[in-house]
Structures are given as C-alpha cells and as structure tokens.
C-alpha cells in the first residue's frame, strides 16, 4: 500500500521528564552525542534540555519517518538511561 | 535490563496535518473507532479534531508504554489513510 497524499505533515514535541536536573543533563549529554552521529534525523529533529526535563521536537514528512524518529529518540533515552543505571 | 527510575514521566503531544478538514474529520472519525476499542490506552491517550489537524496527546510513565501507544496511534492513521485511499 503507498501511503496516501492527504497526510501533509506529522509534527511532536516529547517531554520526558526525570527525578533531577542533574539526571537530565547526563542523560541529555549521552543522548546528544547519540544524536549527532545519526544526522539523518538531524533535519527534523531537535533535542535541548529545560531544568529536569528533555524535549524533543520531531517534524516529519509522514508517518513512516515520524515513527523512525520517535523510535531513535526512545532507544537513544533507554540506552543512556541502562548506562546511567551501570554506573550508578 | 530493568528500566532506571530516574525517568518519570513522557508525555507527548502529536499534530497530525492533512490536506483538508474533511480529510481530518474523515481519519479521526476511523480513528476513534480503533481508539475506543483500545481501552488500556486511554487513560494515557486522547484524539482530538481541530480543523486541517488530528492531534494525539500522549502521557505515559515510562518510555515502554509511551512507545507502544505512539506505535499503536500510527498504525490507526496509516490503516486509515490505506482506507481512506481505497474508498476514494
């Protein structure tokens, strides 16, 4: 099935919320250098760090590259969050 | 790997753009069906209409269940859309 037109865009800000402001800068710092070496995501997606909370905005075309996204986001947060957990 | 705690929350809201009103009216309207035959997302889910967009506010505690709903909100629209391109 080819995806229909009518989809025109698929937009997301995430907010993922931790116990710390510290928690959120590790996990942001370790997070970032996940992000910059998978620049195909770069240009619809941004990641920054508020306080105790990271926010992800995701922009995509459709459905399919919106999921990608979300999908690098969640693996590259669980990763950093088992690592957080080793060196704890 | 048991998920850490620092993590406590991931909520998300997800604008979805079509070509048209009657375009959103006609996914969302597909949509809500599959929605309210899911109840365990609901209390972590909702879909709204508002003119050209459907938009999907999402709030889970960890990022396992915010994942499956996110997965779970985009197969609805993308069997929607594969409906939507048969019926027209």
Do not use: C
């Not at 698929?10 to 997070?31: G, R």
């Not at 620049?39 to 619809?44: E, T």
């Not at 459709?62 to 950093?80: E, G, P, Q």
């Amino acid at each position: 099935m080819i995806e229909s037109t009518p989809l025109k865009n698929v937009s997301s800000n995430i907010n993922i919320e931790f116990d710390s402001e510290k928690q959120a800068q590790l996990i942001y710092d370790s997070i970032l250098l996940e992000f910059e070496t998978a620049p195909d995501y770069r240009s619809s997606m941004t990641i920054t760090v508020e306080g105790k909370s990271i926010i992800i905005n995701i922009d995509a075309e459709d459905s399919t590259s919106f999921r990608a996204s979300i999908n690098s986001a969640i693996k590259w947060i669980k990763l950093s969050l088992e690592i957080n957990n080793l060196t704890n």
